[in-house]
């Protein structure tokens, strides 16, 4: 197709590929420079139960905080940090740091809030995860039940069967799993039944629509009822309306996440949020009885 096209096109396209590829390169170099250098932050968003809207845990999404192009998104980078390898190395530093602030919240308040972590196919699949695992929650002394990974249906294609023994190991120690993007991958229904995880995340595509679009809410109707009968939590991410959030109420969806109830904050917003939120809590307790 390019050699019919003459010579201009295949020097164009050679040079957009050289560019593309010095682009990751330079990227590459630069992400190296950021994990030292502590431009990486972890900002955290709340997850609220469906019923209650109280805080029952917080997800942790990695930022690259560039000196300047600014602010970068995971969905730029880590894709990237996969291709390379990085992604071992900052999903060591993303574990790390979310347990460390978990335990610094769960220290002070007391709170049985739950950290939920990003875990990459690459990390999943490599030796020794489950005693990276164990070894954080020594160092920080957190209960295993607090930690929850999320692990995407791209866990299962590479090797199924290892991924099936991780998981398997990994629900021995106590940590819990969650399906992330729940829908967008190759997953089909009867295949929960045989998963060892704890629960799924609806992808936000499912939400978007199902104030307008039937079809939209009966899948998603569906898909919370059959989680259910295999006793499975559900979470729906990317709640942004209220609407939206009374439907999947309605369907029993047990936890919601979403810009509605909040954005991703950092650390030091989330320990103020949470205060507030306690003091909510507390107030309704006091207004009940
Ligand atoms: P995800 O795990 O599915 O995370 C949810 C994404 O949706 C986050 O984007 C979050 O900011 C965004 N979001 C939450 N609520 C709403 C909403 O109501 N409306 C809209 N439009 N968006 C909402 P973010 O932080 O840009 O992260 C993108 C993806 O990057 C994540 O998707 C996850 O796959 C990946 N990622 C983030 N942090 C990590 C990490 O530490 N490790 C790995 N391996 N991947 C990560
Ligand atoms: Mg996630
Ligand atoms: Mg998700
Ligand atoms: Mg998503």
Redesign the pocket.
């Known amino acids: 197709q390019a050699k019919k096209a003459g010579r201009n096109t295949i020097h164009w396209y050679s040079s957009e590929i050289t560019e593309q590829m010095s682009e990751r390169v330079i990227l590459r170099r630069e992400l190296e420079k950021a994990m030292q250098k502590g431009h990486l932050a972890?900002?955290y968003?709340p997850i609220v139960d469906a019923r209650t809207s109280r805080l029952i845990g917080v997800?942790?999404?990695?930022?690259w905080n560039h000196p300047k192009r600014g602010l970068i998104?995971?969905?730029v980078f880590?894709p990237l940090a996969?291709q390379t390898g990085q992604?071992i190395s900052?999903?060591d530093w993303?574990l790390r740091e979310a347990c460390a602030n978990i335990s610094e919240i769960q220290r002070a308040a007391g709170h049985e809030l739950t950290i939920a972590?990003?875990?990459?196919p690459l990390?999943f699949a490599r030796s020794r995860f489950i005693e990276r695992i164990e070894s954080v929650l020594e160092t920080f002394h957190l209960p295993p039940k607090s930690l929850e990974l999320?692990v995407?249906e791209g866990v299962f294609l590479e090797d199924e069967a290892l991924a099936f023994e991780v998981l398997e190991s990994i629900r021995n120690l106590g940590v819990r799993v969650s399906i992330?993007?729940f829908g967008t991958g190759y997953s089909s229904l009867s295949y929960l039944r045989r998963l060892p995880v704890n629960k799924i995340?609806i992808?936000?595509s499912f939400i978007r629509e199902i104030t307008q679009n039937t079809r939209d809410k009966a899948i998603l109707g569906g898909i919370i009822e059959l989680a259910h009968h295999l006793d499975l939590q559900v979470v729906a991410?990317?709640?942004?309306t209220a609407e939206q959030a009374q439907i999947l109420q309605q369907f029993r969806c047990d936890h919601l996440?979403?810009?509605?109830f909040a954005?991703?904050m950092p650390f030091s917003e989330l320990l103020n949020y949470i205060a507030a939120a306690r003091a909510r809590d507390a107030a309704t307790s006091r207004a009940k009885k």
């Open positions: 972890l900002h968003q997800e942790a999404l990695v930022r998104s995971p969905a880590i996969e992604i900052i999903g993303v972590v990003n875990i990459s990390q999320e995407t992330d993007d995340k992808d936000r991410e990317g709640v942004e996440q979403g810009f509605y954005r991703p």
